[in-house]
């Protein structure tokens, strides 16, 4: 079954890969198309013309668009994304950096929407048929109209303004030391041992966490509660009722574990959506990740670090949905048979 | 179209109309609603609360920015923005999208196989990523807005809307058609683009929504309409750094794209149900 799975995702993978390289030539194209010269960029104000020009020479920009995007991509291959002309440091390992703290967030988002998500769709289900249903079905209409961005500052006005609960900026504590072993701050706080520190990290993602979690859950919510009907129409529910299993267990042993597939599938694509959200929650949040290191970039028109952020995003989502597409294979038997 | 009167009875439509006429209204007669003019500063009363708080002034009945201007004004202007965006980026999508999706699902074969790709390859780029890296390229402005959400969104409209087509281009009265002598354009226009037009206004409607979420968050970011056009993500962006002082610039924004997000998904929510489309992707 393992080699089949791999086999799947190694398929998968290698049809990523013509799509990779457009997405990376578009991406290259766009950013040429801009009225700024990097040249002049990344040189002080008082360069004379000749340096300048001797610049454009040195960064290969005197040559034509096609040949400028072989050369790139051969040293993006080799993960040489060039300098960041604000930052003045390797692009490849400022996004090295941050990436760990986009992945954290994305994570924890995620599971809060699997659990709101199933939770909710479970009971939008019971719900059915009763007084409620069409209350609940408005709610669960509005709620997916709110977009991550709305729930990250409707989050923030009420807990973090209102209310004063729980901090709003940044990762940790001002004034607490950030541990650097793995990036993942959550592991590296209990890895040196402090556990204030993991504390306080925890307390910083709550919000953007579920403001992210939020926005996703209703789609899970909703297609959970329409394979759960698909399921009850199946002859083992009504034989399981007939042999006088209890509803909720015909609900969660029988009924969940066959509803889940769709589901899966579906959140699977909704984490790749989820991960690009992080960049409006990051901002937002001013949470030390990869999408305000982006928004920052897009602010200095920094042209090499727009493009290896903006790479490392499309590859991030390409990979969710392999791996999804992998991990369906293996919770569904019926495509297992080859 | 039996359809769409049908639809205007739904109290979901009903509602979402009158608050969408409610916003149109404010963005049309922005000019004499709004007591102030929204570019107006007046730094002797910076962060002002709303009239009915302590200290607040009642010729600024919701109270001023940062910078002295009128927060009631810059609300009313940038519903003119909002709709502006939600109006134009929907319609150019829309007919960026259904175009090449007819195309694409009448004749199928190799059209239809490089459509598809394209549409692959746009897709493999999250939106927002997306938007951003096209602003960046654009530059700032109303226009620049509107062409970045039209750029990114054309998809949508391809994908949902092929589907349909190849459903309703296999019917007879289509075979009919081309055997009584209309030319595929014809038959594309008068045949095939009635039946299609359901699902076409309710995407529009639920694409309104998502252009006017877009263009607050390229707003809040600062690649929005521009410094000299108000809109709700530049308030909302100049209200996060005073959150303390002044709370209320803050909420206030935040629920005009709620009301106006709210309305045009109840819209399109609403269609939906009652014309009775097939919607395989609905908002994002």
Known sequence: MLATVLKLIAGRLLTAIPILLIVSALLFCVLRL??????????????????????????GLDKP??????????????????????????????????????????LCAMVIAAILGVGGGLVLFRLRGTFFEPAAD????????????????????????????????????????????????????????????????????ILPAVALGLAFSPTIMRVLRSSLFDVYHEDYVAQARLRG??????????ALKNASLPTLTLAGVQFGILFSGTLLIEVIYSYPGMGNLMVDAVRNADLPLIQAIGLTYCIVVLIINTVVDGLYVVLNPKLRVR | ??????????????????????????????????????????????????????????????????????????????????????????????????????????????????????????????PVILSLILMVGLGVGLGKVILAIVLVDWTRFCRVLRSEVLVVTRNDYVAAAR?????????????????????????VSLEMAIAVVVEAILSFIGLGV??????????????????????????????????TVTAFNLLGDGLRRTLDVRLAETGR
Do not use: K
Not at chain 1, 150 to 170: E, M, S
């Open chain 1, 245 to 254: 299993v209890s509803e909720g267990r015909i609900l969660l042993r029988h």
């Open chain 1, 138 to 205: 408005l709610v669960s209409v509005l709620l997916l109209s709110i977009p991550e961005f709305l729930w990250g500052l409707i989050l923030l006005f009420v807990f973090g303004v209102a209310l004063q609960l729980l901090p709003f900026t940044g990762e940790v504590a001002p004034g607490l030391p950030i541990p650097h072993v793995t990036g993942f701050l959550l592991l590296d706080s209990l890895l040196v041992g402090r556990v204030d520190v993991f504390l306080s990290a925890c307390l910083h993602l």
């Open chain 1, 65 to 106: 668009l096609p040949q400028q995007y072989l050369i790139w991509l051969g040293d993006a291959l080799h993960g040489n994304f060039g300098r960041s002309i604000a930052l003045r440091r390797d692009a490849g390992s400022l996004v090295a950096e941050t990436l760990p703290a986009t992945i954290q967030l994305a």
């Open chain 1, 34 to 59: 801009l009225p700024v010269d990097p040249a002049a960029m990344s040189l002080p104000p008082n360069a004379t013309i000749d340096e300048v020009e001797a610049q454009r020479r040195d960064m």
């Open chain 2, 226 to 259: 521009g410094p000299n056009q108000p809109a709700w993500g530049q308030m909302i962006a100049d209200a996060r750094q005073y959150v303390y002082q002044s709370p209320w610039n803050l909420l206030l924004p935040i629920l005009a794209i709620f009301l």
């Open chain 2, 179 to 203: 055997l009584l002598g209309f030319t595929h354009w014809q038959t594309i226009v008068r045949e095939v683009l009635p039946a299609t037009l359901p699902l076409l206004i309710t995407l």
């Open chain 2, 1 to 126: 179209m039996p359809a769409l009167p049908r639809a205007l009875c739904s109290p979901r439509v009903v509602i979402a109309l009158g608050m969408i006429f409610c916003i149109a209204c404010c963005a049309i007669f922005a000019g004499f609603l709004a007591p102030h003019d929204p570019g107006d500063q007046n730094l002797l009363a910076i962060l002002n609360p709303p009239a009915w708080d302590s200290g607040g002034d009642p010729s600024y009945p919701l109270g001023t920015d940062s910078l002295g201007r009128d927060v009631l004004s810059r609300l009313i202007y940038g519903a003119r923005t909002a709709m502006l965006v939600a109006l134009f980026a929907s319609l150019g999508a829309m007919i960026i999208g259904s175009i090449l999706a007819h195309i694409s699902g009448y004749f199928g074969g190799a059209v239809d196989w490089i459509i598809g790709r394209a549409v692959d390859v746009w897709m493999s780029f999250p």
